[in-house]
């Protein structure tokens, strides 16, 4: 099937006992055992099947395939937020005096988990001078467990090169960590070019409508655990935290989304309500068409401030001019999401004047809902860091970013320049 059927119909035909079609709500937290046989083998993992919500939920298993099916992965993990699923998925691999290798360009909480969390646990998290290989490849070491960057990084707008940090990773033996939230599957799929693990912030574009936080880890299923078992010790060797398990031997290619389960969000719990699940599959149905239209408003939008003579600068890889259009041509179609940032003459005053004036574009801190929304980030999202590291990230003082919705262009061009003239 093609993305916009798997949106709508993978992973649920109808409810076997009500034949409802919409996926029911699983507003439930544990599960009855047919008998003490069928309880031990379930939590031995031997048979499939439910015992209890913060492990698994039958409404959020439908997401879970949906979302694995549209990456090309080969299982799912959903989780209450996208922060959740980012920690959860480097927890699956890492120790105290074990470390990632990072692209600098990240999400404002990302960085923040990054720059002082995990370190707090004895996690070194080393950030690349910039998002090419070249730089990633020289941080690599014998400690080093996994490579992260974002496919579009948020806000700094920069395309990845999925293939070529694949392949630097993969020369020393690591697997590479994809944050696909800003492209989603429908733009970018970066398991085709070479991606171990990919995870998301589905309150964004899949959720689509700004009511719902989720996260969803998605396991490729390609990953070599096995050949490498000091490593990846975690995979095989005996868990302690799950009676003894070796997570290779009992789940082959899985082994990964396995141990994400039954150890980081069994023992810490951030399970995703079976509503949100709901709401969320509720966005995921028309993520295809939205997708469409937020990137269509989105070049036109960049194609308007460009123009404008009181607009001095845009960053949009989709504009033919950007240093990462040929990236986003090779990973995106051209289509690189719906996110872009610009900067007004007359710095951050001008920018604070024309911010204050948006009337139809709301001022707050999220993306990829169908509504347009601004946010500044210096002042919000990216205030935890010195200028020297906003720099970094890609963020500026007068930056503001704008996430383009699918309402009608002409009132979008139409209040952005009502807001320019103010400023
Ligand atoms: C929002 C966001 C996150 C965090 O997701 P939450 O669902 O808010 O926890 C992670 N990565 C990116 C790129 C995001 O935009």
């Known amino acids: 099937m093609k993305d916009a059927t798997i949106a709508l119909h993978h992973g649920f035909k109808s409810d076997p006992t009500t034949k409802a079609v919409a996926v029911p709500i699983y507003q439930n937290v544990a599960f009855e055992f047919d008998n003490a046989q069928h309880g031990a083998d379930l939590f031995n993992l031997d048979v499939p099947g439910n015992i209890y919500t913060r492990i698994m939920n039958p409404t959020n298993d439908v997401l879970e395939q949906r979302i694995a099916a549209l990456e090309g992965g080969i299982a799912g993990l959903a989780v209450a937020a996208g922060s959740a699923a980012i920690h959860y998925a480097i927890q699956t691999l890492t120790q105290a005096g074990d470390n990632i290798v990072s692209t600098p360009q990240l999400y404002g909480g990302t960085y923040t988990l990054f720059a002082h969390l995990l370190p707090s646990f004895g996690v070194d998290v080393r950030f690349a001078r910039d998002d090419s290989p070249e730089a990633i490849a020289e941080l690599i070491d014998d400690k080093t467990k996994l490579v992260y960057c974002e496919s579009i990084g948020n806000p700094a707008g920069n395309i990845v ?65 096995a050949e490498h078992p000091q490593k990846f010790a975690s995979l095989n060797t005996p868990e302690p935290a799950y009676h003894g398990v070796v997570y290779t031997e009992k789940f082959g290619p899985a082994a990964f989304i396995a141990r ?164």
């Open 161 to 225: 090169d999925i293939e070529g940090l694949a392949e630097v990773a993969h020369a020393r033996h690591v697997p590479l960590m994809v944050d696909n939230t800003v492209a989603t599957p429908i733009l970018c799929k970066p398991i085709q070019f070479g991606a171990d693990i990919v995870v998301h912030s589905v309150t964004k574009y899949v959720g689509g409508h700004g009511n719902s936080l989720g996260g969803v880890i998605v396991d490729s299923g390609n990953f070599p655990w």
């Open 260 to 423: 994400a389960r039954t150890v980081p969000l069994r023992n810490t719990g951030a399970a995703l309500a079976p509503m949100n699940a709901f709401l969320l599959l509720q966005g995921l149905e028309t993520l295809a068409l939205r997708m469409e239209r937020h990137t269509d408003n989105a070049i036109q939008v960049a194609q308007f401030l460009k123009a404008h003579p009181l607009v001095a600068w845009v960053s949009y890889a989709g504009l033919a001019d950007h240093p990462h259009h040929e990236l986003a041509r090779k990973y995106m179609g051209g289509k690189p999401s719906a996110i872009l940032s610009f900067g007004l003459k007359g710095g951050y005053a001008a920018g604070v004047r024309f911010y204050d004036a948006l009337q139809i574009f709301k001022r707050l801190v999220n993306i990829g809902d169908a509504k347009s929304l601004a946010c500044h980030p210096a002042s919000t999202t990216h205030r935890q860091m010195n200028e020297e590291e906003q720099a970094k990230a890609g963020v500026k003082p007068e930056m503001i970013r704008l996430s383009v919705g699918i309402e009608a262009i002409e009132d979008l061009l139409q209040d952005l320049d009502q807001a320019l003239r103010q400023a």
